[in-house]
């Protein structure tokens, strides 16, 4: 079957720095997306692997490893702004476009 | 990149009655996709929806609850017919494009049935 795991919750310190974790199992492997959702609102574009290694973009960066089944995103210097709840999703080769989510990690922020 | 507009943003509906949602987009897209999301949870997908054919729904979701239409590449609605209050949820319309295939989503339709 396929499958996409995630912490269901962290919470870190405003100014901090943290990571959330995503393993996967999918049918091939076609690209690997992390998104921001914001309570009542849609999800967000983040980041998009494809190939093995860590992709910086501006605080957000996010790391894949294709022979672990594993990324993470890596957020710095957290904002209050950053409390939402991240998305990892999984394009498999089964389907063109369709996307395999994770259930969300939520993030908390304390000042 | 796409732009989606999704309508309604939010609706209170009474049980046994039915809801259209549209998304409208600002370019032409081979398919859209319908998911719904219950409080705290992820996406789950409804269906895709094709243009110039049926719709393919997921395990759980038929035809007879949820028709779609898709009348060209731009436009499609979901119908969530004969509600009921387990069909309160947000409603998300997307689609895939650019050499990433990534994700767009309308703003949502937050349906709350009493």
């Known amino acids: 079957g396929q499958n996409i795991d995630q912490p269901t919750e962290m919470t870190a310190t405003e100014g901090a720095i943290v990571q959330i974790n995503c393993t996967y199992q999918?049918?091939?492997?076609?690209?690997l997306f992390w998104y921001q959702q914001h309570a009542g609102e849609a999800p967000t574009f983040l980041s998009y692997n494809v190939l093995d290694g860590l992709e910086e973009k501006g605080r957000f960066s996010s790391f894949l490893s294709r022979s672990k089944g594993y990324s993470y995103l890596l957020l710095k210097e957290l904002q209050m702004k950053d409390s939402a709840s991240y998305l990892c999703a999984v394009r498999s080769t089964d389907s063109n476009y369709q996307l395999i989510w994770g259930a969300g990690t939520k993030l908390i922020i304390k000042p | 990149s796409a732009v989606i507009s999704q309508k309604p943003s939010r609706d209170i509906c009474q049980r046994g009655t039915s809801l259209t949602i549209q998304c409208q987009v600002d370019?032409?897209?081979?398919?859209m996709f319908w998911y719904r999301q219950q409080p705290g949870q992820s996406l789950t997908l409804i269906a895709t929806a094709n243009q110039g054919s049926e719709a393919t729904y997921e395990s759980g979701f038929v035809i007879d609850k949820f028709p779609i239409s898709r009348p060209n590449l731009t436009f499609s609605t979901l119908t969530v017919s004969n509600m009921s209050p387990e069909d309160s949820s947000i409603y998300l319309c997307s689609v895939g494009t650019g050499n990433r295939a990534e994700a767009f989503f309308g703003q949502g339709t937050r349906l709350t049935v009493v």
């Open positions: 999918t049918s091939g492997f076609n690209g």
């Open positions: 370019s032409q897209v081979t398919m």
